[in-house]
Nanobody, 123 residues
Framework: VQLQASGGGLVQAGGSLRLSCAAS????????VGWFRQAPGKTREAVSC????????HYVDSVKGRSTISRDNDNSTAYLQMSSPKPEDTAVYYC?????????????????WGQGTQVTVSS
């Protein structure tokens, strides 16, 4: 039972990237999904979350306006699309599930963490 992030890689600044978060062992449609990232030498940062229905969404200020979180419950997959990525977006990105996506979405508890996917943005 976990969420697996994928879709990372090397991307040029100003390009675009789309990360996927696939659920295995449980129906993704029953939980909120959060995206996190951890850059070298930094603490893990909550980036975005989306509620089970998709109606509640939050973003960290640093990605707001250039990122879109979405989900496809029929396929048990959530997505994080980022346009115009910057070198400071370079990090390992993870997804995890939570009971709901509230205004304090950065707080635990998140469960079902999987392995992350490396995103490297070149300048």
């Amino acid at each position: 039972v976990q969420l697996q992030a994928s879709g990372g890689g090397l991307v040029q600044a100003g390009g675009s990237l789309r990360l996927s978060c696939a659920a295995s062992g449980f129906p993704l449609g029953e939980v909120a999904v959060g995206w996190f990232r951890q850059a070298p030498g930094k603490t893990r940062e909550a980036v975005s979350c989306i509620s089970a229905s998709g109606r509640k969404i939050h973003y960290v200020d640093s990605v707001k306006g250039r990122s879109t979180i979405s989900r496809d419950n029929d396929n048990s997959t959530a997505y994080l699309q980022m346009s115009s990525p910057k070198p400071e977006d370079t990090a390992v990105y993870y997804c995890a599930s939570r009971r709901d996506c509230t205004a304090n979405y950065w707080r635990p508890p998140y469960v079902n963490w999987g392995q992350g996917t490396q995103v490297t943005v070149s300048s």
